[in-house]
């Protein structure tokens, strides 16, 4: 049996069968993934999930909604889409979402142009009966004798991929042929299109957000950046939660078919918005964490969650993209950048390698705040690295009133004459809170003394000593204390979501102790600390100093460098030198697993506790 669901979100009215009984979110996402938020992966724990029925018939709200959502919330038609079910036809509204703010700007450095992937044509000479050589040996020939005048390396004997053969038949009796070639290899073979050109696409995977960056790999130039978020973040807002999900065979298939879709529809908007031929995307070069490339890859990612954490696959490679369902030339070369571990993966890699850690003199501090917190030190000499598990907390996953990087969200906030201030996204009246205003607004409680050193909110009676428009923030809510920053949106934090930002801050803290203790270093012997990642980059440092994310003697040696990720795969896709750039970077690094370690563990107890104020 089937309703009919209406749904509306923002300006966009559909109308589509449902199964009778079948999960609400189940009925969005199927639709369009990108609708709907799940940060817990579907489990009935964040409670991002919601949705309002405006009309119709939804199962009655279960014990765990009733948690989650206000008797306010439920009577105004509030329901949580991963446990509402449905029971007769039904209309439901999404509720408003700002755009995404995604960082997408990285580190910028001069790249030769000497791209790994070429689109080369060629005029290969014609048979005769005294010179009956084959299609592939004339073909290598005069692609030997134009690699040679760009200053291309040489290409492996005899190496025209098995898929190109059947083309490569074909377009040798058609005069010119197009190419393309990687790796020694030729992956097609097709006949030459007049106006050919060849473009590439460096893609930042991650598990929240994907960047893709289209450049001319003739001329260097970057054409055009889109950002998007995640489309499989319905199986949850982290990578165990995507590993969880991708137990199930069907589901594993369900991400890599949302992912391969998602870059192939990001490739073809940006090649189509620059006026040129889908075909003339040869090459992608993509860094993402180990998970997201197993997903990427079909690969079961389960390994990667247990110890002692083998994934399947680490080292840098080049697939047809066509093969792993991509987009672009039919010889178009998918290159999946390496990885160090189970946990830090391609993305750290390419950034590190952006930035040059792994050839710079002296010995900084590599931090990528995403979902998880990567930290990586050293320079030429070698690097260390480890992954902390910070959890999605600096990511607005797992706090209350939490939001990614979006319109409305809170991302900066200050203490002003015994007063509480805040700025938000775009302007807009507060939503929430993102990851740079929850470490603000913690850096402003501790200033204050709303919130003490071990991380408890004061009680009423030390709340009343306070100046009275701080003293009206502080509130008990049904699960304890809570902290109001907006109060008329109901815009706060609980005590629950400070001890989450408190257990994320001392993982990373404890990370970073670790690193420099095994290398016998001390914090003010650090030359530089490079924070990458959207967070990171929106980080106040002062404030992330003041909470004891790092350490503070580092504050005045941070330098921002966005989207680091990014800017690798970019590089790596216009040049062979920086794609090498990757594979010496991983080979620099040095893993270190810290739960096993009993001075990590040591270093995040003593780490729980705030840093007292300077
Ligand atoms: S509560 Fe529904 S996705 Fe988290």
Not at 233 to 244: L, T
Not at 485 to 500: E, F, K, N, V
Not at 506 to 534: H, P
Not at 557 to 582: F, P
């Amino acid at each position: 049996m089937t309703h009919i669901l209406k749904l509306r979100a923002g300006k966009r009215n559909e109308e589509i069968r449902v199964e009778a009984g079948s999960r609400v979110m189940d009925a969005i996402s199927a639709l369009d993934p990108s609708l709907i938020d799940a940060p817990c992966g579907g489990k009935a724990l964040c409670g991002k999930c919601r949705i309002r029925l405006v009309g119709g018939r939804l199962t009655a709200p279960e014990e765990r909604e009733s948690r989650l959502l206000s008797a306010a919330e439920l009577s105004a038609g509030l329901r949580l889409a991963c446990l509402a079910r449905f029971e007769g036809d039904a209309e439901i509204e999404l509720p408003a979402r700002g755009e995404a703010s995604i960082i997408t700007a990285g580190p910028k450095a001069a790249v030769d142009r000497d791209p790994p992937v070429r689109l080369v044509v060629v005029a290969p000479s014609e048979p005769s009966l005294e010179a009956q050589s084959d299609d592939e040996a004339r073909l290598l020939a005069a692609l030997a004798l134009e690699l040679g005048r760009q200053g291309a390396p040489e290409l492996a004997p005899g190496r025209v991929d098995l898929a190109a053969l059947p083309g490569l038949a074909r377009c040798m009796r058609e005069g010119s042929v197009e190419a393309v070639v990687a790796d020694g290899r030729v992956l097609s073979a097709v006949p030459a299109r007049p106006g050919a050109r060849q473009l590439g696409l460096g893609v930042d995977l991650g598990t929240t957000t994907v960047v893709a960056y289209l450049v001319d790999l003739s001329t260097g130039e970057r054409l055009a950046t889109a950002s998007e978020l995640n489309s499989q973040r319905s199986f949850g807002a982290d990578v165990i939660s995507r590993i969880e999900a991708a137990a199930d065979a069907e589901c594993l298939e369900v991400l890599r078919s949302r992912i391969t879709s998602q870059i192939a529809a990001m490739a073809r908007d940006l090649v189509r918005a620059q006026s040129r031929a889908q075909e003339d995307l040869v090459a992608m070069a993509i860094a993402g964490n180990t998970t997201m490339l197993h997903l990427l890859a079909g690969a079961p990612p389960g390994a990667i969650a247990l110890s002692p954490f083998a994934p399947a696959f680490l080292a840098r490679r080049i697939e047809g993209a066509a093969a792993l369902g991509l987009s672009g030339h039919p010889g178009c070369a998918a290159i999946l950048l390496p990885g160090v571990s189970a946990y830090v993966g391609a993305d750290i890699v390419a950034g590190i390698a952006a930035i040059g850690l792994h050839e710079a003199p002296g010995r900084s501090l590599f931090l990528d705040l995403g979902t998880n917190g990567e930290i990586a030190f050293g320079g030429s000499a070698g690097i260390v690295c480890c992954a902390t598990a910070a959890g999605p907390a600096f990511e607005g996953a797992g706090i209350e009133k939490g939001s990614g990087g979006v319109e409305g969200a809170i991302d900066s906030v200050w203490v002003d004459g015994g007063s509480l201030r805040f700025s938000t996204i775009g302007g807009a009246p507060a939503t929430g809170i993102c990851g740079s205003g929850l470490v603000d607004a913690l850096a402003a409680f501790l200033d204050c003394r709303i919130v003490d050193d071990t991380g408890r909110v004061v009680d009423a009676g030390e709340a009343a000593a306070l100046p009275s428009a701080l003293a009206a923030l502080v509130d008990q809510g049904p699960r304890g204390p809570l902290v109001f920053l907006d109060r008329q949106r109901g815009i706060y934090l609980s005590q629950a979501d400070i001890r989450a930002a408190q257990l994320a801050k001392a993982a990373i803290a404890a990370g970073i102790d670790t690193l420099l203790k095994l290398e016998g270093i001390g914090s003010g012997e650090v030359d530089r600390l490079y924070l990458a990642g959207g967070f990171g980059s929106l980080l106040d440092v002062r404030s992330a100093a003041r909470i004891g994310l790092f350490p503070a003697s580092l504050v005045d040696r941070v330098i921002v460098v966005g989207n680091a990720s990014g800017a690798g795969a970019t590089a790596a896709c216009l040049s062979r030198s920086r794609l090498a750039d990757c594979d010496r970077a991983r080979a620099a690094c040095a893993y270190v697993e810290l739960s096993s370690r009993p001075d990590f563990n040591e270093a995040y107890i003593e780490r729980m506790m705030f840093p007292e104020k300077a």
